[in-house]
């Protein structure tokens, strides 16, 4: 199989890593294996400071858990369950001796959205980052640390309404927000991103790790607890009646009009179910 992370080592200090698992960037137990394997390797090299995340694919920066796969456990370096190790990973990214950057343009849905709030930092493109939680849509709920991390990000309200609405924000309203660093139009991006990749990289890595561990200290962030308790209660939903109905409609769907059109307007397809819209409700 095809590895789905291609590292680029930029300098010593930097590396990019672009994710690529076609068609559509899904998150599956081979990307879990190649992040944990990758983190291995990243901090055992004592030259590197930075990496940036960004993808091969200029529809999705990462796309939703394949549900389908995601019990399993291959037979790769890296591998692990993924319900009961994704909030070691996450806590991992937190205290990790390396700086971590999400680069953004194209799709960042449900656990792709996830992943980009665990990093330490989110750069996007105005109009072509598309970040949404649609979990609620299907009658589910977040439970890799979205909840977590909006609540502490962006407040109380707006993640009630990011999470509850299960709608799609852009680059420029997550900046608005307070999820997204910065916003760029699409062709500077890359440029400020690896300016600025190459700025910290070039920094000394003892005052970077210090640096981290302080404001970690000094900022909201979610408990290795907390994360479990999320993962927990994720696990125990997929048993809801309500959960089983989003699948099969999201199934239905799909034989209706592709795969690739649910998966490109996830949060749209979500909102059908309220186009009978009563407007005294």
Do not use: C
């Not at 680029?8 to 899904?26: A, M």
């Not at 194209?106 to 980009?116: L, P, T």
């Not at 989110?122 to 909006?150: C, R």
Request: proline share 4%; hydrophobic share 40%.
């Amino acid at each position: 199989m095809e590895k789905q992370l291609k590292v680029v080592k930029e300098t010593k200090g930097y590396w990019r890593v672009i994710f690529s698992n076609p068609p559509r960037n899904q998150f599956d137990p081979w990307t879990f294996a190649e992040l944990n394997h990758l983190m291995d390797v990243a901090e055992a090299d004592q030259d590197l400071k930075v990496i940036v995340f960004e993808s091969g694919n200029k529809d999705f920066f990462m796309g939703h858990h394949d549900v389908a796969k995601r019990l399993e456990v291959p037979d790769e370096p890296g591998a692990q369950p993924f319900f009961y190790k994704w909030p070691d990973f996450v806590t991992r990214l937190i205290n990790s001796p390396i700086i971590t950057i999400s680069k953004v343009r194209g799709r960042a849905y449900a656990q792709g959205f996830e992943f980009a709030l665990a990093t330490d930092m989110i750069f996007a493109a105005k109009k072509e980052a598309k970040f949404a939680l649609v979990e609620a849509g299907g009658g589910s709920m977040p439970g890799g640390g979205g909840i977590e991390w909006l609540t502490a990000l962006v407040g109380r309200s707006r993640a009630i309404e990011i999470v509850l609405s299960a709608d799609e924000y852009n680059g420029a309203l997550g900046e608005k927000y307070g999820f997204v660093n910065r916003a760029f139009d699409d062709d500077k991006l890359d440029e400020f991103v690896d300016k600025l990749a190459r700025r910290i990289g070039s920094f000394a890595k003892r005052s970077l790790l210090l640096g981290k561990k302080m404001i970690n200290a000094r900022a909201k962030m979610p408990t290795n607890g907390e994360l479990f308790q999320a993962n927990y209660i994720l696990r125990t939903i997929d048993d809801w009646p309500e959960a089983n109905a989003g699948g099969q409609e999201m199934s239905d769907l799909a034989k209706k009009y592709g795969e690739d059109a649910v998966e490109l307007t996830l949060p749209e397809m979500f909102g059908k179910k309220s186009g009978k819209n009563d407007e005294n409700n």
